[in-house]
């Protein structure tokens, strides 16, 4: 069980958008569609932003959106606001009632 | 709304056993999947365990033969205990709640707790 591919960093401008990619195995992310995404800013707790793919928890803005194809999976985040800076986690379902994390992206809102 | 917060020493010995409980409010036990997950300092979250309210549990394999996940209904809480510790084990913990099906989102988590492991 390795982790899920993440890029270390993306950047972007307020007003942009910006996309994240989670890339994992036929074992994990492709084969099944519970790939969830946790947003963390410094010092606090993962915050659950999408989950199953693109479904958003009651309360996260729709700027945030998720979709998956083969064994990647893609957080975008539309209207970069300054808040939205911090580390993303992707997490997929693994089999066998086991869960693997990716190892994190940091985006930085310029 | 549920609230998670983890409690146990902030400092272990190597070979020695790791213990930590997370104190449950807000909301029933039951019904519901929990989980523990880690972050060594400047890394990623690593999953450690889930136990359901009726006791089955499920661990990340490679934890798995030192891990123990443990459930208290009564008292609103669930444990971990990770045995012969080393350097690596140094984290923040975090309790998550993991919803009511096998396959839920880590939907509450607990603000972490950091343990390290030093002689």
């Known amino acids: 069980q390795s982790a899920l591919t993440q890029p270390a960093s993306v950047s972007g401008s307020p007003g942009q958008s910006i996309t994240i990619s989670c890339t994992g195995t036929?074992?994990?992310?492709?084969?099944?569609?519970?790939v969830s995404w946790y947003q963390q800013h410094p010092g606090k707790a993962p915050k659950l932003m999408i989950y199953e793919v693109s479904k958003r928890p009651s309360g996260v803005s729709n700027r945030f959106s998720g979709s998956k194809s083969g064994n990647r999976a893609s957080l975008t985040i539309s209207g970069l606001q300054t808040e939205d800076e911090a580390d993303y986690y992707c997490?997929?379902?693994?089999?066998?009632?086991?869960?693997?994390f990716g190892g994190g992206t940091k985006l930085t809102v310029l | 709304q549920v609230q998670m917060q983890e409690s146990g020493p902030g400092l272990v010995k190597p070979s020695e056993t790791l213990s930590l409980t997370c104190t449950v409010s807000g909301d029933s036990i039951s019904s519901y999947y929990w989980s523990w997950v880690r972050q060594p300092p400047g890394k990623g979250l690593e999953w450690i365990a889930n136990i359901y309210y009726s006791g089955a549990t499920n661990y990340n394999p490679s934890l798995k033969s030192r891990a123990t996940i443990s459930l208290d209904t009564s008292k609103y809480q669930f444990s971990l205990k990770l045995s012969s510790v080393t350097a690596a084990d140094t984290a923040v913990y975090y309790c998550a709640r993991k919803g009511t099906g096998a396959y839920s989102p880590f939907d509450y988590w607990g603000q972490g707790t950091l343990v390290t492991v030093s002689s």
């Open positions: 997490c997929s379902y693994a089999g066998s009632s086991t869960w693997v």
């Open positions: 036929s074992s994990d992310v492709g084969s099944y569609n519970l």
